[in-house]
T-cell receptor, first 113, second 116 residues
Framework: RKEVEQDPGPFNVPEGATVAFNCTYSNSASQSFFWYRQDCRKEPKLLMSVYSSGNEDGRFTAQLNRASQYISLLIRDSKLSDSATYLCVVNRFGGAAGNKLTFGGGTRVLVKP | DTEVTQTPKHLVMGMTNKKSLKCEQHMGHRAMYWYKQKAKKPPELMFVYSYEKLSINESVPSRFSPECPNSSLLNLHLHALQPEDSALYLC???????????????FGPGTRLTVT
């Protein structure tokens, strides 16, 4: 079983619609969680950190469920520019060794007019 | 400023060449990372440096040799690579300590490497 699993998609989303997708992680010792977006042939860019209480940044809402070990991302009022691959990322703090991120395989979102 | 810079953007090298990839950040981060990313796959961690010392080597072949000359710079020296080493090489940095307990990593734009 992969440490971080995501539905690869693609999620075909009409412009203006809402889309949500999840990510599950297997290591209960995981300490921090992120969503990154990656455009084709570009580097991953941090979208948002995910906190236990849930957090919102504009049209994006992230939730963390530690008991069930999943993270979710919801995008409201989808824009064409939201088309990207969304990477679920889990961090195990390595202390003085630094932090070790584990990436999910990514969920591809295509927003269409 | 959350910028990590990498040079070169593109690199084509033969299997007998020696080349180096460079990465720089000025965010005061004391942890720096090298990742390898193949097409349609997520990034895979190669090395972690913390406080300029190599702390994690994910069993990377010795033809990849990292170096951290100071807290802002990270190099990846390449020698005798194979065609299957062609990939996007990403550098990232993060703080070692975070009040929010979050430790976000910030990525550079990557070097697209082709080994012929």
């Amino acid at each position: 079983r992969k440490e971080v699993e995501q539905d690869p998609g693609p999620f075909n989303v009409p412009e203006g619609a809402t889309v949500a997708f999840n990510c599950t992680y297997s290591n209960s010792a995981s300490q921090s969680f992120f969503w990154y977006r990656q455009d084709c042939r570009k580097e991953p860019k941090l979208l948002m950190s995910v906190y236990s209480s849930g957090n919102e940044d504009g049209r994006f809402t992230a939730q963390l469920n530690r008991a069930s070990q999943y993270i979710s991302l919801l995008i409201r009022d989808s824009k064409l520019s939201d088309s990207a691959t969304y990477l679920c990322v889990v961090n195990r703090f390595g202390g003085a060794a630094g932090n070790k991120l584990t990436f999910g395989g990514g969920t591809r979102v295509l927003v269409k007019p | 400023d959350t910028e990590v810079t990498q040079t070169p953007k593109h690199l084509v090298m033969g299997m007998t060449n020696k080349k180096s990839l460079k990465c720089e950040q000025h965010m005061g981060h004391r942890a720096m990372y090298w990742y390898k990313q193949k097409a349609k796959k997520p990034p895979e961690l190669m090395f972690v440096y913390s406080y300029e010392k190599l702390s994690i080597n994910e069993s990377v072949p010795s033809r990849f040799s990292p170096e951290c000359p100071n807290s802002s710079l990270l190099n990846l020296h390449l020698h005798a690579l194979q065609p299957e080493d062609s990939a996007l090489y990403l550098c990232a940095s993060s703080p070692m300590f975070s009040l929010a307990d979050s430790y976000e990593q910030y990525f550079g734009p990557g070097t697209r490497l082709t080994v012929t």
